[in-house]
Every structure is written in structure tokens, then in C-alpha cells.
């Protein structure tokens, strides 16, 4: 299973861009790269999923390095509302044909005033 | 409003006693999870289920159980076999073409 890595935790001036690293060295060809984010003892939220191609949505833009073993997700202008816990996911192929997500222990990113 | 719905909340038990976590999504989703979470950690899949009647064990079944009666409701039981209950658990659903999990709100077990 391929894992990821994150930093532990990141601080954002409000109205700056987050750009929130993430590796993933051991990801397979056709596994994916989700992101979501956890606010405080909430359910996870979808932000952003991508393959090789940079993405971009309402919320945030996600860039897949050529190789595929590590990606980058941009908050374009962060605010105190961004403050939670981001987590890079990879969506893996289970034996039995399904899919299930491998998480990480994310990235705590605080967005400062 | 379509959704997934958790219940309780909070929850409570004595040490030994099975407890039964409800999760319901009215999204006609095909796909349904549960995840365990522990404080500073991410999420741990427990079972999944793709279709009605049938599921799989996740990463952390044992001392889990689960049923699939109806398309709508995924309940899981923790069971006395368990060691260390106590945590925050998260249902999700997902159409069949495994695109984006929806996640319910938890609950959050505390077994005493």
C-alpha cells in the first residue's frame, strides 16, 4: 500500500496562499491522490483529487509532480475558516477489486489573522 | 437534505458491554465505511461494504462487527473483544465508481 507523508503542522498569514507538501513515493500507476480536510471532531471533507494532471477547483488547486511521488495542494487565499487538519490521501486497489483510502496522520495547518 | 447521519454523538459504555453505532446516508450511495480515529491520528479503515449483504474487513476489524440489510444503513458493533474502544468513529459512503466519500458527522465512544 502506498503511503504518505506530511509535515505536521504549518502556519498560513491570512489572505497568503497554503501550499500544503505532500510525498507519496511508493504510489502506483493507477492509484489516486485525495486531499480532505478534518476540522475539529467534524467529519472529513472532500477537497480536491487529481491522477497525473494538476487540478483546480472552488477551493483549492492541486499540483502532481511529473513522477507522480509527491503533490502539493494550494489554498490560493487562506482564511481562518482554513484552519484544520489536511489530509493527502491515496485511494489503493484492494485484492478483492474494491477501493479504500490510506491516511496519514495529516497536516495541521493554522491560518494566523 | 441528503446526507449521512451518525447517532449518537457522544456515546458511553461499561467496559465489556457491546454498543451498536448507527450510520444511515440517504444518498443512494452503493458504498459504505467505517473508520476509527484516534486523537492526532488519521483515520483507520475498519469494514466496507460495496453492496447489500456483503462486506469486507478493513485494516482494523477484529473485535468489529457489521451488517448490510438495507442499501441506506450500515450499522457497526463494537464488541466486547475490542481492546481499546474508546475513540472516534466516522461512517462514509461513496458511489460505486469510488469518487469522493462523504463522511457523517462520528461518534465518539468512551467505554469506562
Known amino acids: 500500500d502506498a503511503k504518505t507523508t506530511q509535515p505536521p503542522s504549518m502556519d498560513c498569514a491570512e489572505g497568503r496562499a497554503a501550499n500544503l507538501p505532500c510525498n507519496h513515493s511508493t504510489i502506483s500507476g493507477n492509484e489516486y491522490v485525495y486531499w480532505y480536510r478534518q476540522i475539529h471532531s467534524q467529519g472529513p471533507q472532500y477537497i480536491i483529487h487529481g491522477l497525473k494532471n494538476n487540478e483546480t477547483n472552488e477551493m483549492a488547486s492541486l499540483i502532481i509532480t511529473e513522477d507522480r511521488k509527491s503533490s502539493t495542494l494550494i489554498l490560493p487565499h487562506a482564511t481562518l475558516r482554513d484552519t484544520a487538519v489536511y489530509y493527502c490521501i491515496v485511494r489503493a486497489q484492494t485484492s478483492s477489486g474494491t477501493y479504500k483510502y490510506i491516511f496519514g496522520t495529516g497536516t495541521r495547518l493554522k491560518v494566523l489573522a | 437534505d441528503g446526507g449521512i447521519t451518525q447517532s449518537p454523538k457522544y456515546l458511553f459504555r461499561k467496559e465489556g458491554q457491546n454498543v451498536t453505532l448507527s450510520c444511515e446516508q440517504n444518498?443512494?450511495?452503493?458504498?459504505m465505511y467505517w473508520y476509527r480515529q484516534d486523537p492526532g491520528q488519521g483515520l483507520r479503515l475498519i469494514y466496507y461494504s460495496q453492496i447489500v449483504n456483503d462486506f469486507q474487513k478493513g485494516d482494523i476489524a477484529e473485535g468489529y462487527s457489521v451488517s448490510r440489510e438495507k442499501k441506506e444503513s450500515f450499522p457497526l458493533t463494537v464488541t466486547s473483544a475490542q481492546k481499546n474502544p474508546t475513540a472516534f468513529y466516522l461512517c462514509?459512503?461513496?458511489?460505486?465508481?469510488?469518487?469522493?466519500?462523504?463522511f457523517g458527522p462520528g461518534t465518539r465512544l468512551t467505554v469506562l
Open positions: 444518498l443512494n450511495h452503493d458504498a
Open positions: 462514509a459512503s461513496s458511489t460505486i465508481s469510488y469518487n469522493e466519500q462523504f
